[in-house]
């Protein structure tokens, strides 16, 4: 599934990309950039141009490719929804300082409906894959700009840090016709050591919009990464909120005395869940309350570096079916 990437870096030069071919479709998928960048690293401004056919899926920021990858092969279960996406843009990108950065360019693109070509997995017995939604098929053009701003100390296991990144989508009529929407993420996350083995972690995500939003564009919510006692992507619109917290306590870097070898292997993890997503008509941003989100609270057990995880999680808003467990081989967030 993941296709295999493609660097080559020459001073102020880069060629980028992925290639990759579907065993079942057959179909031949890519993405190729280049890019010329001036002045040094800390303030770089780079201008360039990217073409790209992919298999193409919203929901990398709730699983990550490689273990959806693993989950489909080897549990018959696939998290991510996928359309065909084809297209070229120019982009800018100016690096103000060591860990922010603004991209932003212009892009030409089609999306196209992707069906399910196959149904097999080691195990998993007589589960079947979901099928992709259906989605709007359209040309679409129009500016896409990311501003990131990343302070974590290191990318995985993180411990300290702040990681904020803001999306914008603006696909006006008069570069498309029929199709009109503009599109908001903000996704605000501060890791929070509060001694030497324990840490709170916090995620704010919200998302807005103006127009109509093709399907494929729809915010949802619900299971891995969001409201982890909830059915996956129970809940869809075209705004969205959702807040994150976890407790963590790493045994072996609180030096407990006296020692218990098995905790010291593992994270404990305290957790809760509260969010929302609902459509423009039904209820605007101001007039949302606490009444109106869906929320859960849970604990989590984890591998001291946090690779692996079991989360135990339980709806608030009932006492029946409340209870969901799900093994994870990445954070949440």
């Known amino acids: 599934k993941k296709p295999r990437e493609l660097y080559r870096r020459h001073g102020i030069f880069q060629i980028y990309g992925l290639a990759g071919i579907g065993l079942k479709s057959n179909r031949f998928q890519y993405q190729v950039a280049f890019e010329r960048s001036f002045f040094p690293a800390y303030m770089q401004t780079s201008f360039g141009a990217e073409a790209y056919d992919l298999t193409y899926s919203e929901d990398e920021w709730l699983i990550p490719t490689m273990e959806n990858s693993l989950a489909a092969l080897l549990i018959h279960e696939d998290y991510h929804d996928f359309y065909r996406r084809i297209g070229y ?22 999306h196209r409906n992707l069906f399910r ?3 097999w997995a080691l195990f998993g017995g007589r589960k079947s894959f979901r099928m992709n939604p259906a989605i709007e098929e359209a040309t679409l053009r129009g500016l896409l700009s990311q501003f990131r701003i ?4 290191r990318y995985h296991s993180t411990r300290k840090g702040w990681l904020i990144n803001m999306v914008a989508e603006y696909f006006p009529a008069k570069f498309n016709g029929t199709v009109d ?10 890791f929070q050591p509060i001694s030497r083995g324990e840490n709170i972690n916090i995620r704010i995500r919200a998302g807005e919009s103006t127009g109509v939003l093709p399907i494929q564009k729809y915010f ?3 299971g891995i990464s969001t409201l982890r006692a909830f059915d996956y992507k129970a809940f869809t619109g075209d705004r969205m909120i959702l807040g994150n917290i976890e407790y963590h306590v790493n045994w072996d870097r609180l030096n407990w005395s006296p020692s218990i070898p098995i905790l010291d292997e593992f994270n404990f993890i305290i957790f809760a869940d509260a969010g929302a997503a609902w459509f423009r008509e039904d209820m605007d941003f101001q007039d949302l309350t606490f009444r109106d989100l869906y929320s859960d609270a849970g604990i989590a057990f984890a591998t001291s570096d946090g690779s692996m995880r ?4 339980k ?3 009932r006492s029946v079916d409340a209870i969901r467990v799900t093994f994870r081989l990445s954070q949440p967030f």
């Open 117 to 119: 070509k196959t149904d």
């Open 89 to 110: 843009g120019g982009f800018f990108s100016q690096q103000f300082t060591r860990h922010a950065r603004l991209k932003a360019g212009y892009y030409e693109e089609d």
């Open 181 to 190: 929407f503009e599109r908001y993420i903000l996704d605000v996350r501060r």
């Open 310 to 313: 079991l989360n135990i999680a």
């Open 220 to 222: 949802d919510l619900g």
């Open 150 to 153: 990343d302070t974590r100390n």
């Open 315 to 317: 709806r608030l808003d």
